[in-house]
Each structure stands twice: as structure tokens, then as C-alpha cells.
């Protein structure tokens, strides 16, 4: 006869003595304030692209009713966009111990026999597969790229945001059928342990009582029929994925945070001291090598900027970009992949200055951007009217009191208060003004 108690749909083949209402429901409760908080700065990311202002900054075009959130992206405060994608990047990652360990307490139940046994534990089910699977899929896809090491066939935009709503739809329909069941158990459980406290010694000559766990109603799924002894408590086993996720914090804060706890960042692919040296020594992601930049493109001799707008178009080679008035902003750059640079004193023209050279006085439109960049995303990109406005919005010919180098841009470069750093973009050929 054939042993059913091998086969992973049995309770008996799942040995451990931690699993447990009580284990599952303290790290679900982790995660439902954790995952909604990811959601939310997600979101609040997508909507700093602008992908209402143009089709060029719109990553999921197919969007739909998905998109009803978005908003016009501020310029105040300029740390905006550090703090929420650095929050964003820092707790998922912070997170991955902690999903884990919540994946590994409830497998039993992705095996459990038969598939369904009613039409809501069948919608119960599918919602499980669902957010297993979305879940994976979305920390994994976060985690290569904030390394650098995207290999998903596709564009990371609309994987990550389409997988982000199918992941949270789950999310909420498994947090509304287990949310009361999860406090339930953690509150009885308290309960438990305070009332335990309280009882008097127990004589060392008493017969030990069987181990019980009062925050375990008989049969839960969870609990093994047949456990094996255990090597660590399940509070131990939370002190684990706890100094797990604080280890992953740690060694990933500094690279958002910057300063000298930037070398604390060792798994952040910009977590170290600032490369290289002097006023150009900060982090970046595209090189002018990595873009197909050439000296012969950026040569002051044949390089021209040429601005468009309602009274024509004019061309501005570098040398008389610098003849035009000049002002100076202290801005960061911050990153999709959760990075951030500390302030930089950027100098160069302002953009609404230079709208007014083409016929837009007051208050200036939009602006098309494109870059003499060949290769990577990002070669164009569009600007609303409010960052046009503000009077820290540069076209930057220089930084921390020196000439851009051509990795960050030279000749000139956009720089954006609160913007994602993808759309301060680098090596600027042309600026168009009006409706886009």
C-alpha cells in the first residue's frame, strides 16, 4: 500500500514545529502594513514620470482605468522622490526575509487536498496561488533591477506596474479574509503568554505537562500531526527573519541616505563612497560611453543647442550660454533604483529663461527634451510647466563649481527639483516649448 504520509498533499509530510497560526499571523501582519506601504510609494513613483505629459514618459501606455491616480509631480520639497522611492527600494528589500518566511509557514496550504471544497475556498485558493506567485515576481523583478541586472524579456515599467496591481488585488482579497483571523490569533496568544507569566512555580518533581500552544485551535492545517523536536522557539524564529530584515536594512539605507552611511550600503550597486573624485566625483548610471556619446558630439565647436518655441527657433552654442544670465541651485539626483546623490550646486541658465528667448513670457509651457544619447531609454523626455517654472530648474553647464564631465552630461544637462533622475536628462540637443 502506498505511504500517502511522502507525499507533500499529507499533513504528516510537513514536519516542522514552528509552522503555526500564531507564526504565520505576526508575519502576515508585518507584510500587510509593509506591502501597502510598497504599493503606495510604488505608485506615487510611477506618477513622478508624469506619464499623462507625453507618450515619451509613458512606460505602460495600456494603462487604462489603472492610471486614475495620477497627478501633476511637485517640485517642493526637492528631496520628494529621494524619500519616497528610497522608501520604496529600501523596504522591499528589507521586506524579502519576511515574505520568505511567510511563504515557507503556509506552504502546506498550496498542497493541501482536494483543490477546492467550495466555491469561496476555491476563490480562496486562486487568490493564495496569486499572490504567491505576484509576489515573487514583484520583489524579484525589483531586486534586478535595482542591481542592474534586469534579464525579464520586456520593458521593467509595465511588468512591475501591471504585476503591482494583480499582486495587490490579491493582497487585499486574502487581507480582508484573513486580516480578523490573524489579530484574533496574535491577541490570544498575548493573552496566553500574560496568563502564563502569572502562574506560580512549578514543582522541578511535576510531570510536564504536553506541549500546547493556546493559539493553535485543534487541527489547524498549519500544525504538523507528527512535528519533529524542535531546535529553536518560534520567537526565536522570528528573532531570525527580524535580524534578517534589519541586516538587509542596513546594508542598504546609506545608498538613499548618502553621506558617510553610504558606505554602510555594501548590497546597493551605488552604496559606496562616491566614485572617483572632485566636483564630478557622485554616483550615475549612464556613462557617455554606455549612451554611444563621442568627444566630436559634444565638441564646443560643433555642438548646438537648439531651443523651439512660439516666436521660432535658436541655436546656442555653449560659449554663449554662458554669456546669458546664470543661476545656481543645490539639488540631488535620486533614482528609480533607489539611490540618491546628497545636494550637488548645479549653475547654469534656467529653463524658464530659456523659454522666454523663444516667445514664452510669464508663465512657461511644457518642454519636449531630447538628448544626443544613441543608445539606452530615456532619450527624450517631457517636462511639465510647473518644473519649467520653477526657478531651480536648470539647463546646467556646470557643477560644484566645474565644468561637467561627459559622464554626467557635458555640455549641458537638465536638472529638476524632486524629478526622477531619468528625467534630468544628459547630453541636451534640443529643447521644444509649447503643447506636446
Not at 509651457?365 to 526657478?391: I, K, M, T, W, Y
Request: glycine share 10%; aromatic share 8%; charged share 15%.
Amino acid at each position: 500500500m502506498r505511504d500517502h504520509s511522502r507525499l507533500p498533499s499529507s499533513p504528516g509530510f510537513w514536519r516542522s514545529p514552528l509552522r503555526g497560526p500564531g507564526f504565520t499571523s505576526v508575519l502576515g501582519l508585518v507584510l500587510l502594513v509593509g506591502i501597502t506601504v510598497l504599493f503606495v510609494t510604488g505608485l506615487v513613483s510611477y506618477a513622478a514620470y508624469n506619464p499623462g505629459l507625453s507618450p515619451v514618459n509613458d512606460q505602460t501606455p495600456d494603462k487604462g482605468v489603472l492610471g486614475f491616480y495620477l497627478f501633476a509631480w511637485p517640485t517642493d520639497p526637492v528631496w520628494l522622490y529621494r524619500l519616497t522611492q528610497g522608501m520604496h527600494v529600501t523596504l522591499g528589500i528589507t521586506l524579502i526575509p519576511v515574505l520568505l518566511a511567510k511563504l515557507w509557514s503556509v506552504v502546506p496550504k498550496l498542497f493541501a487536498l482536494p483543490p477546492a471544497r467550495s466555491v469561496a475556498h476555491a476563490l480562496e485558493r486562486i487568490s493564495l496561488l496569486l499572490l504567491v506567485g505576484g509576489g515573487l515576481f514583484e520583489f524579484t523583478t525589483g531586486v534586478l533591477n535595482v542591481q542592474l541586472d534586469y534579464v525579464f524579456p520586456g520593458s521593467f515599467y509595465p511588468l512591475h506596474f501591471y504585476g503591482a496591481w494583480v499582486f495587490f488585488a490579491a493582497f487585499v482579497a486574502h487581507a480582508v479574509l484573513k486580516t480578523p483571523t490573524a489579530l484574533r490569533t496574535v491577541r490570544r496568544r498575548l493573552t496566553a503568554d500574560t496568563a502564563a507569566a502569572g502562574d506560580p512555580p512549578v514543582s522541578p518533581h511535576a510531570p510536564s505537562p504536553p506541549p500546547h500552544d493556546p493559539s493553535v485551535p485543534p487541527q489547524d492545517p498549519l500544525v504538523s500531526p507528527r512535528p519533529d523536536p524542535p531546535t529553536v522557539s518560534r520567537r526565536g524564529a522570528l528573532g531570525l527573519v527580524g535580524g534578517g530584515s534589519l541586516l538587509l536594512f542596513l546594508t542598504t539605507v546609506g545608498q538613499s541616505l548618502g553621506g558617510p552611511v553610504r558606505r554602510t550600503a555594501l548590497l546597493a550597486p551605488h552604496g559606496t563612497a562616491d566614485p572617483g573624485g572632485g566636483p564630478n566625483g557622485f554616483q550615475i548610471n549612464k556613462t557617455a560611453a554606455y549612451a554611444h556619446i563621442t568627444p566630436a558630439d559634444t565638441h564646443e565647436d560643433s555642438w548646438r543647442l537648439v531651443v523651439t518655441g512660439r516666436a521660432g527657433t535658436v541655436r546656442l552654442g555653449r560659449a554663449e550660454l554662458l554669456r546669458l544670465p546664470l543661476r545656481s541651485s543645490s539639488l540631488p539626483i535620486a533614482c528609480v533604483e533607489g539611490w540618491s546623490t546628497t545636494d550637488q550646486w548645479w549653475r547654469g541658465v534656467r529653463l524658464r529663461d530659456l523659454a522666454a528667448l523663444v516667445g514664452h513670457d510669464g508663465d512657461p509651457p511644457d518642454v519636449f527634451v531630447e538628448s544626443l544619447q544613441r543608445h539606452g531609454a530615456f532619450r527624450h523626455a517631457a517636462l511639465r510647466a510647473n518644473q519649467v517654472a520653477d526657478p531651480r530648474s536648470l539647463l546646467a553647464l556646470q557643477v560644484n563649481g566645474e565644468d561637467l564631465s561627459p559622464d554626467h552630461g557635458y555640455p549641458a544637462r537638465v536638472i529638476v527639483p524632486a524629478a526622477p533622475g531619468v528625467l534630468n536628462t544628459k547630453w541636451v540637443a534640443r529643447l521644444t516649448f509649447g503643447d506636446l
